[in-house]
């Protein structure tokens, strides 16, 4: 269970370190409040010359999106959904949620919901682990468990 705490200027952020490049991440999450979760991953060190996460699947109980991340060492940078779909995930109803990255390219997947997709060349690059982040009011919560990550055999170079 996680959440967001403003006054004690904490952010409801967790991660877990999990080397990887293309890799299928499965994860079950359930809002109890919460106005929205994040899972994030961002670049190895010495992957890219950015700065910042490499791209988020964010979901809100009325949508979701795959969003390419800013480089936070760029002030003209700015982030940017690469593909979003109006949705509605309730209020204490788990949900799994599974993201394919392989190469460049991005899916995720929720039962019942049509998949995102999305692509950028900087998403085919070694990865650290992964990030969770829950946003929305104090003592809003989201929970999450059953975390899976599998490697995939890497696309051939052409």
């Known amino acids: 269970r996680a959440s967001q705490d403003r006054e004690a200027g904490k952010l409801g952020l967790f991660s877990r ?3 990887m490049q293309d890799v299928v991440i499965q994860i079950d999450f359930k809002f109890d409040g919460a106005r929205g979760i994040n899972v994030s991953v961002n670049p190895s060190l010495g992957e890219l010359t950015k700065h910042g ?5 964010m979901i809100s109980p009325r ?14 940078s700015q982030s940017k959904a690469l593909a979003s779909a ?14 394919e990255n392989k190469g460049g390219d991005v899916v995720a997947h929720v039962e019942g919901k049509q998949p995102l997709r999305a692509s950028s060349p ?6 650290p682990g992964l990030e969770f982040r829950v946003s929305g009011r104090d003592n ?8 899976k990550v599998w490697e995939l055999e890497p696309l051939e170079k052409e």
């Open 86 to 99: 109006r949705e509605t995930f309730d209020q204490g109803r788990w949900y799994s949620l599974l993201i």
């Open 122 to 127: 900087d998403f085919k690059v070694k990865k």
């Open 17 to 19: 370190e999990q080397p």
């Open 63 to 76: 949508m979701w999106n795959i969003t390419e991340h800013n480089d936070k060492s760029d002030r003209k």
């Open 53 to 57: 996460h490499l791209y988020s699947v």
């Open 140 to 147: 809003g919560e989201a929970s999450f468990d059953n975390l």
